[in-house]
């Protein structure tokens, strides 16, 4: 809850009507929010590469390639056990575009929440 949150209710709550009624503005309040983040894709994300997407990269960038910017040392990363690959987020879209047939790269993909950008849009329908 961000300032302008308890800000909010903190007003509901020093109205003077039923407590159902602070009750139903509060729920309204939280329904109608929305909480997105801005992510600049120059920044990194974390990636799991799957053997289709092993096959992908030799074949369209080769090993020397995959050698100096994926498999390097410093963005090749052991986290809970399992390896995965730290690239700029630009990069994985150009190297490996997924497709309806074939996971070059695990569906999650992990970033850093320094990243993100707080964002607070009026959204209309």
Known sequence: MNDNDKTVISSILKEDISDATKLKAIEKHFSTKTSLKQFNINNYVYI???????????????????????????????????????????????????????????????FDDKDLIEYNPIIQS
């Open 48 to 110: 799991q590469i799957t053997d289709a997407g092993w096959d992908h990269l030799r074949k369209s960038v080769g090993q020397e390639y995959i050698d100096a910017s994926v498999d390097r040392k410093g963005y090749k990363l052991i986290i809970d056990g399992e390896v995965w690959y730290k690239l700029q987020a630009y990069e994985v879209f150009d190297i490996l575009p997924q497709s309806s047939n074939t996971l070059l790269y695990e569906m999650v993909i992990m």
